[in-house]
């Protein structure tokens, strides 16, 4: 058994990071070695049935991709090309805003008709692959929660076979220097000198999904950088923690856990029992999937939930209406409309040709002819401003740090274990220092915490240098990481350290505004509520097998699997909010034990609550110590009017209720800072800042002082220029008085547009796109086609282009359908190498480096593989990082040097990943052919009938 406190040899290395990065990403790109599937559902206008597409993408494999490719060679029958399909619904909106779900119908058809099973609306899964799953999901239950993991897509180069792991307890030790659990509930740790990371780039949290496939061990959650993992040799280790363990063998992994055999006191987490601790050491036939990383400074923006659950006094509206004017200051330094209009540019050819013809047509009119007033630009900038208008109306316009959360109960509550930081010319974070700490979503105030930081480093805290990883600057804390006691991260925030986020910020408004967060109930300030939901241990769900007998799945089963368990969460999050307004805090208090039995109803059967008795006091009974409070005798009369008889609120009995004791107020009329947001945009026009005359709270106040200080810095902003049409824009940069647009169906324009090639290359496109192929085969066609295009062009005249440009735009502009086509059809018609317009207007336009035309780029990379093969570079990765030194001469031919030449070097790395990613995966037909079986047998079946679940149309 390895000792918990040993420090191991110093294993970290040094390592160009820039090189790093870039190896990492190239490696990244050429594992995108599976072809993705994502299933669009539409609605039918003719009959409003739903209906299945497939676009055919290529993307990040998930780890069951990979582990099939292992396993199809020693199982007969898992030779499955599209073992998973994404879903994206896109039926329409009902009156309310809310998509139709993906229904029962949807569920039949793809399992009866498809051979695919749906995973939360969100996944489809091949059925044949059931057998393997329910070796480690044998429950309908847990498969429903942790089968998506399986197929998500992992990071590039995040993928790894037979890695050795440990299992076991993960401790820390206390202030007296006791060994003791460290409250994980989801994480374990790895050597910050561990091969995963020499690939990843440097040591830093990562989220893995670990199976061994056949044994049926399934392993989720964060794995946090430890220098306490070594083995008996002193080498790097992962240790994964008991509690990761789910699926088939999580009560076994459970009982071992050392807080089940009796290796640690329950009530002070003290081990006294060391011989009762459990290890097993794994590895072989486990594979491993890194999901995501947390490796880079990262924000998470305010909303609603933070401003709705602090105090609306003088202080915090002061600090609000700062917040919002700070915002639009950063505007102000990134150029204003114009920052946001140069930003936009960088990456759109087309608003770049808009720039330039603006600054043609200066020249020659001798007036300032602004692009924010084209109005295809300005839906493209408009379209960004209500994004930040949808933030500052409801979050100030602030935005937090992003760290993710790991428990270490060696950190004692109310206090954090977090790196110092440079940011914004100051330290940060420093030893002794308050931060504010938050957590979304956020069910109740106390998840609003202030904590002191702890440097481990200092005296009298150095039994926590076990959170120290050694680097060539010294002893650090893992970066973007913040330890908390889980006192106030489970009890306080609801979290746990399996992948959550928090809010981190050091900003002394944000402080003090946490300090003075509400309080549920008057003289229980610093009461922590407990609102973990009653569950049946042994419910229909949890007997539900996934797979029966003879291979088949049942109806039960596919509904548990396929649709979202969960209650209504969103519904009842605003109508918590509308009590929070309406300063109804006790209803409030019965809305967050009802959000979090609503969000937990999707792996258990809740014992559902009754919002009357949850808001009366009388029902909330304290601990001895009078720290923390609990719901007594809550529970709803099972079948009564609270109970949908699915297992969920009933929300018309429930919104009956909140009609009666608010004495009839309205959700609309009372969160009117919702009104006129959608997909979290607002359009300035449709900005709501009308008064609730039944209750307000902070944000409300934000909503109304974002409205006003954003429209005066619009005015502010606005500059007086002429409105412009976009049609004539480019006849008057020519100086060509008049250009009528030609009747867009005649023969003449009909002829004009088959000589341009336009039409065929719009075809072109849309096949290619619609082809499943890697990115780089597909840029590679699509410039093909765009030399065709070209060719044909440049045998039309300047004022047959010209025609062309007037007549699109003329339809784009009565034709609202058709404007981006349109439009884009407009811009291919002029912009093309060797364009008279182009010549005309005097536009120098930016033309690609030449110097690896021809058989250049064969030849130097037949030089990359060859100083690999001499052992002068790494990999053929890091022979194109350093690709500038086999291009000597690339300055003397370009006048640029090779290290600044992009254009070079994406070629050249286009070209290495294309090569690596081929010597992977031979592409065949089969998962074309198995694409189009879905679509077909699944479309068949939902439009043969027009009865059926939906009733004859």
């Known amino acids: 058994m390895s000792n ?37 559902v539409t609605t039918l206008q003719t009959s409003g049935l ?52 993906i229904g029962k119908e949807i569920l039949l058809a793809a399992y009866q008709q498809a051979g695919m099973v749906i995973f939360g609306g969100k996944h489809m899964y091949d059925a044949r692959l059931f057998p393997l799953l329910s070796r480690t999901f044998p429950d309908a239950v847990s498969a429903a929660a942790y089968v ?5 897509p992992t990071i590039g180069n995040g993928i790894y076979e037979n890695v050795p792991m440990v299992l076991k307890d993960i401790t820390s030790l206390n202030s007296k220097g006791e060994v003791i659990h460290a409250g994980t509930d989801g994480s374990g740790r790895i050597h910050p000198a561990h091969p995963i990371f020499e690939r990843i780039g440097f040591p830093c949290v990562v989220q893995p999904r670990i199976n061994h496939p056949t044994k049926g061990v399934f392993v989720k959650g964060t794995l946090v950088p430890d220098e306490r993992c070594v083995d008996e040799n002193g080498q790097p280790t992962i240790w994964v923690d008991w509690l990761q363990v789910k699926g088939k063998w999580k009560s076994l992994a459970m009982k071992r856990c050392g807080m089940r055999t009796g290796a640690f ?13 459990s290890e097993k050491t794994v590895g072989e036939g486990f594979y491993m999937g890194i999901l995501q990383v947390w490796d880079r400074k990262g924000y998470i923006r305010w909303c609603f939930e933070i401003l709705e659950r602090v105090a609306d006094n003088d202080a915090n509206r002061k600090a609000v209406v700062e917040f919002i004017k700070e915002h639009l200051e950063k505007l102000d330094e990134s150029g204003g409309l114009g920052g946001i209009f140069d930003k936009l540019s960088e990456d759109n050819y087309q608003l770049q040709l808009v720039g330039k013809f603006c600054e043609k047509l200066t020249e020659k009119a001798s007036v300032d002819i602004d692009p924010l007033k084209v109005p295809f630009v300005e839906d493209f900038v408009n379209d960004d401003l209500m994004r930040q208008n949808h933030h500052l109306r409801q979050g100030a316009g602030k935005k937090s740090l992003r760290f993710v959360t790991i428990i270490d109960n060696g950190v004692p509550p109310g206090h954090a274990v977090i790196g110092r930081l440079y940011d914004n010319g100051e330290w940060r974070f420093n030893h002794g220092d308050e931060i504010a700490v938050a957590r979304f979503p956020m069910i109740l105030s106390q998840a609003l915490k202030v904590l002191k930081v702890i440097d481990p480093r200092k005296r009298n805290w150095r039994h926590l240098e076990h959170l120290l990883i ?23 925030m609801q979290g746990d350290d399996d992948g959550d986020t928090a809010l981190v910020d050091y900003d002394p408004r944000v402080i003090n505004m946490y300090k003075s967060r509400i309080s549920m109930v008057p003289g229980w300030d610093d009461v922590i509520f407990l609102i973990e939901p009653g569950k049946v241990a042994q419910s229909w769900k949890s007997k539900l097998k996934l797979v029966n007998p003879d291979g088949t799945i049942d109806l039960k089963v596919l509904e548990l699997l396929g649709q979202d368990g969960r209650g209504p969460v969103g519904q009842l999050t605003f109508y918590c909010s509308m009590f929070l307004a309406l300063g109804m805090r006790m209803h409030a208090l019965a809305c967050a034990v009802l959000i979090q039995e609503a969000i937990d109803a999707g792996k258990h059967v809740i014992l559902g609550s009754d919002p009357e008795k949850l808001s009366d006091i009388r029902n909330w009974k304290r601990n001895a110590a009078g720290d923390e409070a609990s719901p007594v005798n809550c529970q709803a009369k099972i079948g009564g009017r609270w109970d949908d008889g699915n297992g969920h609120l009933n929300m018309k009995s429930f919104m009956f209720w909140v009609h009666r004791i608010t004495s009839g107020a309205k959700l609309n009329e009372v969160l009117t800072w919702r009104e006129g947001s959608e997909g979290k945009k607002c359009h300035e026009k449709n900005w709501c800042i009308d008064r609730s005359e039944s209750g307000e709270n902070l944000v409300h106040f934000c909503n109304v002082a974002s409205f006003h200080l954003m429209d005066k810095w619009k005015k502010d902003n606005a500059q007086e220029s002429p409105r412009v049409d976009l049609a004539d824009l480019l006849p008057q940069a020519l100086g060509i008085s008049s250009m009528k647009a030609a009747h867009p169906k005649s023969r003449r324009y009909s002829d004009l547009l088959k000589k341009s090639g336009l039409p065929q290359f719009g075809s072109a496109l849309w096949t290619i796109r619609r082809q499943c192929i890697d990115p780089d085969d597909r840029n590679t066609k699509i410039e093909a086609e765009q030399e065709i295009l ?13 025609l062309i440009w007037v007549t699109e735009l003329f339809v784009a502009k009565h034709n609202p359908e058709e404007r981006k086509s349109k439009v884009n059809r407009a811009f291919r018609a002029i912009t093309f190498t060797g364009s008279p317009v182009l010549e005309s207007l005097g536009i120098e336009m930016e033309l690609p480096c030449q ?30 990082v350093h690709w500038g030194r086999f291009a000597e001469d690339h300055e003397e031919q370009t006048g640029t040097p090779a290290e600044e030449c992009n254009h070079c070097r994406k070629l050249l790395e286009s070209k290495v990943v294309s090569f690596v990613r081929n010597l992977k995966e031979n592409l065949n037909e089969e998962f074309t052919k198995r694409v189009g079986g879905i679509c077909h047998d699944m479309n068949s079946e939902l439009q043969k009938n027009s009865d059926g679940f939906y009733g004859r149309k």
């Open 50 to 101: 739903p209906r299945f597409s497939i676009v055919r993408r290529v993307g990040p494999p998930g780890l069951i991709k990979h582990m099939l490719s292992k396993l199809k060679t020693e199982y007969v029958g898992l030779d499955i090309p599209v073992p998973v399909v994404h879903v994206v619904n896109e039926q329409e909106r009902d009156d309310r805003g809310f998509r139709k779900p």
């Open 4 to 40: 918990d406190t040993q420090q191991p040899k110093t294993l970290v290395v040094p390592r160009d990071k820039k090189t790093v990065r870039s190896v990492t990403r190239m490696r990244g790109r050429a594992n995108y070695l599976t072809r993705v599937a994502t299933a669009l």
């Open 470 to 492: 050694k680097t060539e600057k010294g002893e650090v804390v893992t970066p973007w990481v913040v330890f908390l006691n889980e006192k106030d991260l489970v009890k306080g």
């Open 851 to 880: 110097y690896l035309d021809g058989d250049k780029l064969e030849s130097l990379f037949e030089q990359l593989q060859q100083s690999v093969k001499a052992g002068e570079e790494q990999s053929l990765f890091h022979a194109t």
């Open 790 to 802: 070209a060719q044909k062009l440049r045998q039309l005249s300047l004022e047959e282009l010209v």
């Open 148 to 152: 998506r993991g399986l197929g998500s």
């Open 265 to 277: 006191d329950p009530k002070s987490g003290i081990l006294t029992n060391p011989e009762l601790l």
